[in-house]
């Protein structure tokens, strides 16, 4: 009887491996896809088939505001660490950084107004679309918080 189930312990502990690797492979498949994705670029450039008219133009739009609003990024880091210096009762540090967030969501905002112009009709309705989906799934404009390493 002892060496019948001597015999099973590698079989199950191979087993029990094979699920544990299959578990971290789909976990890690959902968080990749979770965390990294389609970005609103390539979103946006592959569901609204632009021209080469279009593409070329989409390009400069995009560079605009990457270069935009990784300065207002800094501004809102810089209003974050007044905030917390200074804390919540500090109207002015709380104003600060209520005003760069707004800021930020006004470049966001005509930045897709530039993308509209560029739009031909039937594109627009696709590009609202998109824009819902992009608004409601991420943090559009924020990198969003850092993954910790311990």
Same mark, same amino acid.
């Given at each position: 009887?002892?060496?019948?189930?001597?015999?099973?312990?590698?079989?199950?502990?191979?087993?029990?491996?094979?699920?544990?690797?299959?578990?971290?492979?789909?976990?890690?498949?959902?968080?990749?896809?979770?965390?990294?994705?389609?970005?609103?670029?390539?979103?946006?450039?592959?569901?609204?088939?632009?021209?080469?008219?279009?593409?070329?133009?989409?390009?400069?739009?995009?560079? /605009?505001?990457?270069?935009?609003?990784?300065?207002?990024?800094? +501004? &809102? @880091?810089?209003?974050? #660490? %007044?905030?917390?210096?200074?804390?919540?009762?500090?109207?002015?540090?709380?104003?600060?950084?209520?005003?760069?967030?707004? /800021?930020?969501?006004?470049?966001?905002?005509?930045?897709?107004? +530039? &993308? @509209?112009?560029?739009? #031909? %009709?039937?594109?627009?309705?696709?590009?609202?679309?998109?824009?819902?989906?992009?608004?409601?799934?991420?943090?559009?404009?924020?990198?969003?918080?850092?993954?910790?390493?311990?």
């Amino acid at each position: 009887m002892r060496n019948q189930t001597i015999k099973w312990w590698p079989w199950i502990a191979t087993c029990l491996v094979l699920i544990n690797l299959g578990t971290l492979i789909l976990f890690w498949m959902n968080e990749r896809d979770r965390m990294g994705g389609t970005s609103p670029k390539e979103l946006i450039a592959n569901e609204l088939h632009f021209d080469d008219k279009q593409k070329a133009a989409f390009e400069i739009i995009v560079k /605009k505001h990457q270069d935009q609003s990784a300065q207002i990024r800094v +501004e &809102i @880091r810089e209003a974050k #660490k %007044a905030y917390y210096q200074l804390g919540p009762k500090n109207k002015k540090a709380t104003q600060e950084l209520a005003f760069t967030y707004a /800021k930020l969501e006004a470049l966001n905002y005509s930045h897709f107004e +530039e &993308i @509209r112009a560029i739009c #031909k %009709a039937d594109q627009k309705d696709a590009l609202n679309q998109l824009l819902n989906i992009i608004i409601s799934g991420s943090n559009f404009g924020m990198m969003g918080p850092p993954r910790l390493k311990f």
